[in-house]
């Protein structure tokens, strides 16, 4: 339930009434519009920046490049 909404001008004058109908229809009429928008679906993992694995890869190794004999 919506109570009206009263607009008013810079100079203080009414400028329009919004009654509680039209507020509900906008309200319900975005909402649909939103939920529409919203994917369930994942799009799978974002990528790491280059710069980011490049430093983790310096910090962490792989264990086969720090002990050659896992190779």
Partial sequence: MFHPVKILKPDGTLSKIINSNQLSKMYWDTFK????RVSLVNTGRSRVPRWVKERLDREYPSPSESNPSLR
């Fill in 33 to 36: 519009n939103e939920e529409g």
